[in-house]
């Protein structure tokens, strides 16, 4: 079974259309059972209308299965996972739902926290910005399990002392252990569930191009005691497939997203980027990432970084996967 997948912080964007022709019909990530999409920070309207041309998921035989969102309606910041499968396909819904995170752990943060949920019910506001969207589906007798996340942005440690090297490393690793022991609580991963996550993670790296998430996925407790396989990052073809972002945009200089620098070259990369972009706390990162756990042998056809939404301070991850049982 192959699956394609995009995801993409819109920046609020509330008019998309994504020429994605090439991913859907025309190279080795092509012709995919399921279809999904992932956003964050999705100004748009929650209808049947994809990232893409409509005629192109038309013409290539997609039905859209599911769309969900974290808020409903039409909010600036929305979280929404949309799934297509082939016409001749049939798929049931397991179990869907979201969880809400606060932006960030003081008083400042649980009062936003409260405007996004009274704000959620408004057309066109700003809503929940943080947080996980997740839904289960059976499909060719395998579970599959999609998690739209947008992790707290948060650069400062639990004790908000300003200059805290780790970038608020603490704090969103716990959100992200404490969303997946969630999913664990609610029975949603077990050993036969394939779990793919997307989103708009906010990890960070530090001044010496040290990956948050990557020292994260190493690590052996944690997390990791509850959960019934190794989680992963899909794996690159090549280190230049990658690119990475900074936050706090300086207009006078193009530094929202460049490829990513390897080896030596990364340290001395940040310190530039730093310096142009102007926000210590803002350190260049790949924030956009697809992790996968699964009981299933799984081969990378695909996996890009792309700069799709222009007005976006993120890059759009799009990955295409084979999913093999194994007997």
Same mark, same amino acid.
């Given at each position: 079974?192959?699956?394609?997948?995009?995801?993409?912080?819109?920046? &609020?964007?509330?008019?998309?259309?994504?020429?994605?022709?090439?991913?859907?019909?025309?190279?080795? @990530?092509?012709?995919?059972?399921?279809?999904?999409?992932?956003?964050?920070?999705?100004?748009?309207?929650?209808?049947? &209308?994809?990232?893409?041309?409509?005629?192109?998921?038309?013409?290539?035989?997609?039905?859209?299965?599911?769309?969900?969102?974290?808020?409903?309606?039409?909010?600036?910041?929305?979280?929404?996972?949309?799934?297509?499968?082939?016409?001749?396909?049939?798929?049931?819904?397991?179990?869907?739902?979201?969880?809400?995170?606060?932006?960030?752990? =003081?008083?400042?943060?649980?009062?936003?926290?409260?405007? @996004?949920?009274?704000?959620?019910?408004?057309?066109?506001?700003?809503?929940?910005?943080?947080?996980?969207?997740?839904?289960?589906?059976?499909?060719?007798?395998?579970?599959?399990?999609?998690?739209?996340?947008?992790?707290? +942005?948060?650069?400062?440690?639990?004790?908000?002392?300003?200059?805290?090297?780790?970038?608020?490393?603490?704090?969103?690793?716990?959100?992200?252990?404490?969303?997946?022991?969630?999913?664990?609580?609610?029975?949603?991963?077990?050993?036969?569930?394939?779990?793919?996550?997307?989103?708009?993670?906010?990890?960070?790296?530090?001044?010496?191009?040290?990956? *948050?998430?990557?020292?994260?996925?190493? &690590?052996?407790?944690?997390?990791?005691?509850?959960?019934?396989?190794?989680?992963? &990052?899909?794996?690159?073809?090549?280190?230049?497939?990658?690119?990475?972002?900074?936050?706090?945009?300086?207009?006078?200089?193009?530094?929202?997203?460049?490829?990513?620098?390897?080896?030596?070259?990364?340290?001395?990369?940040?310190?530039?980027? *730093?310096?142009?972009?102007?926000?210590?706390?803002?350190?260049?990162?790949?924030? =956009?990432?697809?992790?996968?756990?699964?009981?299933?042998?799984?081969? +990378?056809?695909?996996?890009?970084?792309?700069?799709? *939404?222009?007005? @976006?301070?993120?890059?759009? +991850?799009?990955?295409?996967? =084979?999913?093999?049982?194994?007997?």
């Amino acid at each position: 079974m192959r699956i394609s997948i995009v995801s993409q912080n819109l920046a &609020e964007a509330t008019d998309v259309n994504f020429d994605l022709s090439h991913f859907l019909e025309n190279n080795i @990530s092509g012709n995919p059972d399921i279809y999904v999409e992932m956003s964050q920070e999705d100004g748009r309207l929650v209808n049947n &209308e994809s990232l893409v041309d409509g005629s192109i998921l038309e013409e290539n035989n997609f039905k859209l299965l599911i769309k969900d969102s974290i808020n409903g309606k039409r909010t600036k910041q929305n979280i929404i996972t949309s799934i297509f499968i082939k016409n001749h396909l049939n798929a049931k819904v397991l179990a869907k739902g979201h969880i809400a995170v606060p932006p960030q752990p =003081d008083i400042w943060g649980k009062l936003k926290y409260t405007g @996004s949920f009274i704000s959620s019910f408004l057309p066109n506001k700003l809503g929940y910005t943080k947080g996980l969207l997740y839904i289960k589906i059976n499909i060719k007798n395998q579970n599959i399990l999609f998690l739209n996340m947008h992790l707290p +942005v948060i650069t400062k440690s639990k004790n908000g002392h300003p200059d805290d090297i780790t970038l608020g490393f603490d704090y969103r690793k716990n959100v992200f252990e404490k969303l997946l022991i969630k999913m664990m609580k609610l029975k949603l991963i077990d050993s036969t569930t394939t779990v793919l996550i997307g989103g708009d993670l906010n990890f960070r790296q530090d001044k010496n191009g040290i990956d *948050q998430l990557n020292v994260l996925l190493r &690590e052996k407790n944690g997390y990791k005691t509850t959960l019934t396989r190794k989680l992963k &990052e899909l794996s690159f073809p090549k280190d230049s497939h990658k690119r990475i972002t900074c936050k706090f945009r300086n207009p006078n200089k193009a530094c929202r997203t460049r490829n990513m620098p390897t080896g030596a070259l990364l340290a001395n990369y940040i310190s530039k980027v *730093q310096k142009d972009c102007g926000d210590k706390h803002r350190i260049p990162s790949r924030c =956009d990432r697809i992790l996968i756990m699964s009981p299933n042998s799984i081969n +990378v056809n695909y996996y890009r970084s792309k700069f799709l *939404q222009q007005n @976006s301070d993120h890059n759009a +991850v799009l990955a295409s996967i =084979d999913i093999t049982p194994k007997y």
